[in-house]
T-cell receptor
Framework: EPEVTQTPSHQVTQMGQEVILRCVPI?????FYWYRQILGQKVEFLVS????????KSEIFDDQFSVERPDGSNFTLKIRSTKLEDSAMYFC??????????FGPGTRLTVL | SQELEQSPQSLIVQEGKNLTINCTSS?????LYWYKQKYGEGLIFLMM?????EEKSHEKITAKLDEKKQQSSLHITASQPSHAGIYLC??????????FGKGITLSVRP
């Protein structure tokens, strides 16, 4: 069964460093999303992406964040200058019709 | 803004018992989703409900959306240890952004 994959599973970085989280959505899906979950808190929407552009972004998704679909398969989330409060689990999701969203296993980002 | 409240916050049941968890919205729901999350892992899509009074089942899990489309329940029949996890309800708005409740932690004792 096709699934969303994410790499790395765990990323440790120093405050101020740039990180790129990678996702491979399900191959025929057209809608892509990033969510995050700070430990013990709700899963929060960050950004949605369709037709090579951002459809919607949350208040969390400020200028330090960017997304890209560099080729036909990958979908990346870049954080330019990480802060301690960016430590969280980051989930990628994809959808074929923008209805059911299928989530990846997540990348645990730890900012020291 | 629209809020989702899930109850109870956590639940411990004996294996084989039935259980029901709830999700209540402060406004009318146009799409209600149930996901399951194992601790530290990704979210697994369970079901989506859109119509008032709709009911869907998958294996031993049944989800319902009330006629007013403001409350959904998830019922598990004859619970098993594999049902343990965090159950999240969520709704979609414009651009299919999902907004989740806090989740309900279910533990199943063998």
């Amino acid at each position: 069964e096709p699934e969303v994959t994410q790499t790395p599973s765990h990323q440790v970085t120093q405050m101020g460093q740039e990180v790129i989280l990678r996702c491979v959505p399900i191959s025929n899906h057209l809608y892509f999303y990033w969510y995050r979950q700070i430990l013990g808190q709700k899963v929060e929407f960050l950004v949605s992406f369709y037709n090579n552009e951002i459809s919607e972004k949350s208040e969390i998704f400020d200028d330090q964040f960017s997304v890209e679909r560099p080729d036909g398969s990958n979908f990346t989330l870049k954080i330019r200058s990480t802060k301690l409060e960016d430590s969280a689990m980051y989930f990628c999701a994809s959808s074929d019709r923008g209805v059911e969203q299928f989530f990846g296993p997540g990348t645990r980002l730890t900012v020291l | 803004s629209q809020e989702l409240e899930q109850s109870p916050q956590s639940l411990i049941v004996q294996e084989g018992k039935n259980l029901t968890i709830n999700c209540t919205s402060s406004k009318t729901l146009y799409g209600l989703y149930w996901y399951k999350q194992k601790y530290g892992e990704g979210l697994i899509f369970l079901m989506m409900l859109q119509k008032g009074g709709e009911e869907k089942s998958h294996e031993k899990i049944t989800a319902k959306l009330d006629e007013k489309k403001q409350q959904s329940s998830l019922h598990i029949t004859a619970s098993q240890p594999s049902h343990a996890g965090i159950y999240l309800c969520g709704y979609t708005g414009a651009n299919s952004k999902l907004t989740f409740g806090k989740g309900i932690t279910l533990s199943v004792r063998p």
